[in-house]
């Protein structure tokens, strides 16, 4: 459990640094497709440490493919060095004295930032939905699909198929972005993302084919706005403390994400108390969970939207 967290910690800590050199070393006009890039390759990831422990699932040393993501984790930490050579620091400070003074003022500022904790918590329903798909798709999957330790290797596999294609969803959201505006995007796919959470439970028994094709669409609009979140953050945070707005909004989002799967459990297990092991309405109480957690997003959007558009105004 300790290594685990320490996992998680550093993963974390690699984030949010580098969406701001992204920030920071492009264009706004082309930022969204450039976030875009970045967690779709994210998404790549995802997708190929699945696409192993498929693979690999038949293997009785499972500790195999944790040797393999470890060593793909090595690769993308020497791919980092020539890729920082390239790119411009963040901005200074703005303020005078110590960092942690600049880093005390920079937080101050940014959680009496009404536009950006707006998008700030516009991002914590996202991640709600988010991580509770990415953490209990594969199992949904696999337990659709029998418990046979074939089908057990095929739902995973699909569930890989599934993150693979979220990698153009990415893309395609965060480029869209930068044509038609970050909130409009943003509204859109939450809101799609939102009327699968509501009905993807209900899909229990479909053919495994189609099951797999729709959690394919899912994931690609639960991760579509997922760039543009990043991109509407640097846009409107002055960049001296985006540093400390991204730590803000990664915490938030973060933990609304480490809670999500947690309650997908207590609601998949009422559900299966209720109606038996295996009912399609364990499965529909637990997807509605997801939906119902993130049911105050569109909300946020609207309020990050006006706030901007007043701030815009007034300046």
């Not at 701001?20 to 497709?33: D, F, H, I, K, S």
């Not at 195999?64 to 390239?86: E, H, S």
């Not at 003022?105 to 904790?117: G, I, S």
Request: charged share 10%.
């Amino acid at each position: 459990m300790l290594l685990y967290g320490l996992t998680g910690l550093c993963a974390g800590a690699s984030y949010t640094p580098g969406l701001q050199l992204l920030a920071r070393n492009t264009e706004p006009a082309v930022r969204g497709r450039a976030m875009g890039l970045f967690l779709g390759a994210a998404s790549m990831g995802y997708a190929l440490s699945l696409a192993v422990v498929a693979v690999l699932s038949h293997v009785q040393h499972w500790r195999l493919g944790l040797f393999v993501a470890a060593g793909c984790t090595l690769a993308g930490a020497l791919l980092t060095l020539p890729a920082l050579r390239r790119m411009r620091p963040p901005a200074p400070p703005a303020s005078a004295g110590t960092p942690r003074e600049g880093a005390w003022h920079a937080l101050r500022e940014t959680v009496r930032d009404k536009p950006a904790m707006a998008g700030n918590w516009a991002y914590a329903f996202h991640c709600w939905e988010l991580m509770a798909l990415w953490a209990w798709l594969p199992a949904y999957l696999v337990a659709s699909a029998g418990g046979s330790a074939r089908w057990q290797g095929a739902g995973i596999a699909l569930a890989a198929l599934a993150h693979l294609v979220s990698v153009f969803g990415s893309i395609a959201g965060g480029a869209a972005s930068d044509r038609f505006g970050r909130a409009r995007i943003m509204m859109v796919a939450t809101v799609a993302s939102l009327c699968m959470s509501f009905s993807f439970g209900w899909m229990w028994t479909w053919p495994l084919w189609l099951l797999a094709a729709m959690a394919a669409i899912y994931s690609l609009l639960a991760i579509a706005d997922s760039s543009v979140y990043s991109t509407a953050l640097a846009d409107v945070v002055a960049p001296h403390r985006l540093g400390v707005a991204y730590s803000v909004r990664s915490v938030m989002g973060f933990g609304a994400g480490a809670l999500s799967p947690w309650v997908f459990g207590l609601a998949l297990d009422w559900g299966q108390s209720h109606f038996g092991f295996g009912s399609t309405y364990g499965w529909v109480a637990a997807w509605s969970s997801v939906g119902l957690g993130a049911l105050l997003g569109p909300w946020m959007i609207v309020r990050f939207s006006r706030l901007n558009q007043a701030r815009a105004r007034s300046g």
